[in-house]
């Protein structure tokens, strides 16, 4: 257990719906970063937040946002979804990624029918 | 632009067997560089960091470089085991910048009895 906690785990719903992805960081690291990884791909950067606000978004589409609670737990939202939507879903949190390196959780594997 | 490349992009080898790995950057300034090893279905975990004033690193049978001059670095596994089946991805950060972590597609490694 990384101490970063995904859920759920396995999704599966059709083309045009909403879901909701949930992490909770390890306890004391403010920073939550969102990572989509498609089938043999790379870890696509998607968005982090620092203490409930939004530090940095990489190739976010416009049909996913994002928030930080203030619990420090966050929320990834999809809609619209599409075929190629369809993917591994990571949440990484860190007290600091340069010295410490990211904790990731064990993903959220979404399929879209 | 700033990229990860890493090769080869798949490997098998017999178990007891050993690897090298490659990554080659051209991310500037550049801070440090992380090898992290993907489980399938799992999320990524730092096996090493090396910062510009290291050479190289060990952790157990893994042993990673890292030439600052020519931006590449290798991670070496010395007498593979199937648990090392895996995919090992390199990151490297980048000193400034919101969003300066850059990640690798990584080499997908099979060890086989």
């Known amino acids: 257990d990384s101490g970063v906690t995904q859920t759920p785990k396995h999704l599966i719903t059709a083309t045009g719906q909403r879901v909701t992805l949930r992490c909770s960081p390890r306890?004391?690291?403010?920073?939550v970063y969102w990572y989509q990884q498609s089938l043999d791909q790379g870890l696509q950067f998607l968005i982090q937040?620092?203490?409930?606000?939004?530090?940095a978004k990489g190739n976010i589409l416009e049909r996913f946002s994002a928030q930080q609670f203030p619990d420090l737990h966050s929320e990834l939202n999809l809609s619209s979804l599409e075929l190629g939507d369809s993917a591994l879903y990571f949440c990484?949190?860190?007290?600091?990624?340069?010295?410490?390196?990211?904790?990731f959780g064990s993903g959220t594997r979404l399929t879209v029918v | 632009k700033n990229q990860v490349e890493q090769s080869p992009q798949s490997l098998i080898i017999l178990e007891g067997k050993n690897c090298t790995l490659q990554?080659?950057?051209?991310?500037?300034?550049?801070?440090?560089l992380r090898w992290y090893k993907q489980d399938t279905g799992r999320g990524p975990v730092s096996l090493t960091i090396?910062?510009?004033?290291?050479n190289t690193k060990s952790n157990g049978r893994y042993t990673a470089t890292l030439d600052a001059d020519t931006k590449q670095s290798s991670l070496h596994i010395t007498a593979s085991q199937l648990s090392d089946s895996a995919s090992y991805i390199c990151?490297?950060?980048?000193?400034?910048?919101?969003?300066?972590?850059?990640f690798g597609t990584g080499t997908r490694l099979t060890v086989i009895p």
């Open positions: 990484a949190s860190s007290v600091n990624p340069y010295l410490y390196g990211y904790t």
């Open positions: 306890s004391g690291d403010l920073s």
């Open positions: 937040y620092y203490n409930g606000e939004e530090r």
């Open positions: 990554c080659n950057y051209t991310v500037s300034p550049f801070s440090n």
């Open positions: 090396m910062t510009f004033s290291e």
């Open positions: 990151v490297v950060s980048a000193e400034t910048g919101a969003n300066n972590l850059f």
